[in-house]
């Protein structure tokens, strides 16, 4: 007879780790329990878990907090700026902001309730303005927190 | 998919409290955050770069981003879940940034953490615990990369095949066969070292 551990020794690992789905799971043990190789690498490699497990990790130096905490006094002073710009940015007739853009693009949006070319300028405008303010950064967030909400459906 | 026992199964998380009161705005909270969570961050990244320095400032950089993001913050999942995924892709972003950019390449690093491959004792010697750690050591800086990166996801990162599949942009099944070829390796390199004795790792 042919041995057949070879499908099932890259599941070994994934055993180990619980990370078999359950059918796949009671498959590969019912292999185990017949075949003295595979329980065999089963073992070297839970060996070879724990020893990898069980290494040291780097501690950080004595200076890492003081570090950060100039880094977060600059990214707040930055933040800071940033939302000053915002605020006194030459365009006086958007002093409304957010309000007056979302109300402007009510008024684009509303059908039979056709806007003027002015509520469409100063929607453009308001869009320009937002893009300004980091929106380039924001997006690289936006990703991670995509993925952290598909982790927390998995909850 | 909706699993509405999803947040009925959330256990009180302090973390979790300090997160949400960093997300109003308490600034302390953060910072007791950064605290908690920076030394362990800074042995995660370092296993991302070998490099105690880099691993510093990445991980300044990965608080710099939950700041920012803080205000998308939702106590859906464990804090460290959350905290440990955008981790995992601030080290991704920034080894990858950092191979495009040979002179800040990480081979000296690596260099430095494997210095004397001469010294794996031969088979007939018990490994003490610091030589058991060198050859697992060394046998991972000497690990194809995506081996080495999905095993340091799933480990130390804590996370599940799929999740490390998605940060690497790879398929689960990649994952799967990438962790087992890694550990493979080390079993290997445990054998060859000698170490090939049940119990071997020893209690930790």
């Known amino acids: 007879m042919t041995h057949a551990g070879d499908p099932f020794r890259e599941e070994l690992v994934a055993l180990l780790d619980d990370a078999l789905p359950a059918e796949a ?10 075949c003295a190789a595979c329980r065999q690498e089963l073992e070297g490699l839970r060996r070879a878990l724990r020893a990898i497990d069980g290494l040291p990790a780097t501690a950080p130096g004595p200076g890492l907090e003081a570090a950060f905490e100039a880094r977060f006094a600059r990214e707040r002073a930055r933040g800071l700026r940033g939302v000053l710009r915002w605020l006194a940015r030459p365009a006086p007739a958007l002093a409304l902001g ?27 405008q308001h869009l320009e303005l937002v893009s300004d303010l980091e929106v380039l950064e924001q997006l690289e967030l936006l990703e991670d927190l995509e993925a952290i909400e598909s982790l927390g459906e998995e909850g | 998919m909706d699993h509405t026992e999803d947040t009925a199964a959330l256990e009180p998380d302090p973390d979790a409290r300090l997160m949400l009161a960093a997300r109003a705005g308490d600034e302390e909270a953060f910072r007791a955050l950064f605290r908690k969570h920076a030394p362990r961050l800074v042995g995660y990244a370092d296993r991302f770069f070998r490099n105690r320095a ?50 800040d390449g990480l081979a000296q690093a690596s260099a430095e953490a494997a210095p004397d491959p001469g010294t794996i ?68 390199a445990l054998a060859e ?9 020893g209690p930790r």
């Open chain 1, 25 to 34: 799971r009671s498959r590969v043990e019912a292999h185990l329990a017949g």
């Open chain 1, 98 to 124: 957010g309000a007056a853009a979302a109300l402007a693009l009510v008024l684009v949006l509303v059908p039979g309730r056709g806007p003027s070319a002015g509520d469409e300028l100063a929607v453009a």
């Open chain 2, 54 to 103: 880099v691993a510093e400032e990445v991980v300044q950089e990965i608080f710099l981003r939950v700041h920012r993001a803080r205000g998308g913050y939702e106590p859906r999942a464990r804090f460290t879940t959350w905290l440990y995924t955008i981790a995992s892709r601030v080290c991704l972003n920034e080894l990858r940034r950092r191979r495009s950019r040979p002179e």
């Open chain 2, 121 to 188: 004792p031969g088979a007939e010697a018990a490994l003490a615990g610091r030589e058991l750690e060198g050859v697992v050591q060394r046998c991972l800086d000497r690990l194809p990369e995506h081996q080495r990166l999905a095993l340091v996801l799933t480990r130390f990162g804590e996370h599940a095949y799929a999740e490390a599949g998605e940060l690497l942009g790879v398929s689960e099944a990649a994952v799967k066969s990438l962790v087992f070829r890694a550990a493979s390796a080390v079993q290997q």
């Open chain 2, 193 to 201: 070292a000698g170490a090939d004795v049940p119990g071997a790792g």
